[in-house]
């Protein structure tokens, strides 16, 4: 009797460990798991309030809450996702579609394989074809304004997986509507028409891809890996033959160990089928080799701002850019800028000058993939064109006339969520304007229907040029900042600007003003200093070596740079007095 009853007392302190156990893991986190892969949307707890408890939301918003923060959560969605894989090769990721011999595709390249993804964004091939054409005939538009100002604009087609390996799609049925039409293909064959310069990597990776023993696109991928390095030499070197001159090579080495982490790059889809265990891959890993960049005193480190989607960011994986190029932008699908030296530093693209950036560049990169192809340029083309060839002041009039029209629009009312403060109110009204006017940029600009070039230019272009001459003179520059001591409350910007509209009208220069030249030369004379300063230090002179060497620069030069933000920072923090 006694046995039986440590016996029962043994299963109910078992079953008691593991009812309370999740509840533990849940709170405490003692296990630590790897987090599931894919969006997740982040459920508040919930404040237990009467009405929503006597209506219902309370209990359904708990559920919600409970079911996110559970203890053990993680290893309980990977074993049963495993369980549905193994056993019916069925996965509930929306990003996923399994194809044969455990190859993984996004669902749209499937379905621009099958000719079904044009029909998502289009109603009817006709309606496709006139779309692409209204935008090529924009981005060549685009290509000559920014050819008047010195800046090359070209556009670069990362390759489609499902055309390089259509062996190993899921079988599905061929939309026949648009089997004779492909987005890609056509853009290519527009451009090629036009003259525009272009790369299209999907035609040169189906010749590639039978004399490499990898594949090119990764089984269980969805993005290139090193292959892109390949593809960012040949964009170099049509970079070259567009400017004509010489650009930094791009030199690949021997091959090194791949860790585990760096292939988390090889396998993007399968993470997001949050399985217990790894797949078992059909290739190897493909090879990583060391690439390094060649340059002299001939080359031309340029600026160069890349427009697109996730495939940049294996080229800038693998390829060290801030070597080859002087400064590296990259708008990542013409919304989130990403910038700095290792591209760490984030903005909106909203709320950029466009003009003003995209002047500011030695070449710009429209950098796009096969099945995107189908959206068109997104929008791009369209904001673009309007801001090159039209003044703020205009656009905003017919802005400020769509938005009248919507405030007495009942369907456009209707969805906006009330009650809105006036300033929200407002905010979402202008939004919807905007994006109606870039929208059907022809209907309020007429010169846009025309097939000829526009003779608009956007006033705010002359301006910008001046302001990008100014600021290749380093000296120039200098006095212009000394002159924020002069100008009471403004910033460089505005310095910058009034200093432009005197290049432009013929006025004389702030740069020659008596008091900016005088402390011109206080300034030189201080870096002067600085700089005999830091010869004198051989660890801090170690240091600018090693940074020079990292940045492609001379030591001389760094080590100017290096004293001129001594001083620079000496002089804002006060330490010195001008």
Known sequence: MRRKLKYDQVLFILLMVLGFLPMLQGWLQIIPFNPLKGVVEEVEKPGIKLDSYVSGDYAKQAEAYASQHVGFREPFIRFYNQYLWSFYHKTYANDVVAGKKGWLYYPQSVSDYYGQELLRWHPSVEAAREKFDREVKYLNWIRSILHENGVEFLVFMAPEKSFLYPEYLPDDEIDTTTLSFNACDYFAQRLEETGFPYIEMTRWFQKMKDTVDYPLIPQAGAHWIFPSVYAADSLSRLMEELKGFSLPKIRIGEAYPVSNKDHDYDNDLELHLNLAFPL????????????????????????????????????????????????????????????????????????MDLVEKLLDFDYVVWFTTGNQMNKGTSGFAEKVI??????????????????????????????????????????????????????????????????????????????????????????????????????????????????????????????????????????????????????????????????????????????????????????KRGVIKL
């Open 280 to 351: 078992r891959h059909q290739f190897g890993y493909c090879p990583r080799h060391r690439v390094s960049v060649e340059q002299d005193s001939t080359t031309v480190n340029p600026k160069v701002l890349f427009i697109g989607n996730s495939y940049f960011w294996a080229m800038n994986l693998f390829v060290p850019l801030t070597q080859m190029f002087e400064t590296t932008e990259y708008w990542y699908y013409f919304s989130t800028a990403y910038y700095g030296d290792s591209l760490t530093e984030t903005s909106s693209v909203n709320r």
């Open 386 to 571: 309007t801001n090159l060839c039209y003044s703020k002041k205009e656009m905003d009039r017919h802005k400020n006339v769509v938005i009248d029209s919507l405030r007495y629009d009942s369907l456009t009312l209707l969805t906006m969520d009330e009650p809105l403060a006036d300033s929200n109110y407002r905010r979402l009204l202008w939004s919807k304007a905007e994006q109606e006017v870039y929208s059907h940029a022809e209907r309020y600009f007429p010169d846009l229907a025309s097939d000829s070039l526009p003779r608009a230019r956007n006033p705010r272009i002359k301006e910008v040029l001046a302001i990008k001459e100014i600021k290749k003179d380093s000296v120039w520059m200098w006095n212009l900042a000394n002159c924020q001591t002069i100008i009471q409350n403004a910033s460089l910007e505005q310095v910058l600007l009034m200093e432009a509209h005197n290049s432009m009208e013929g006025k004389p220069l702030m740069r020659d003003m008596p008091e900016v030249v005088a402390k011109r030369d206080r300034v030189e004379k201080l870096v002067r200093e600085v700089e005999d300063e830091i010869r004198n230090k051989p660890d801090l002179m170690e240091k600018i070596r090693k940074k020079a060497e990292e940045r492609g620069q001379t030591v001389e030069k760094q080590t100017l740079l290096e004293a001129k933000w001594i001083v620079n920072d000496k002089i």
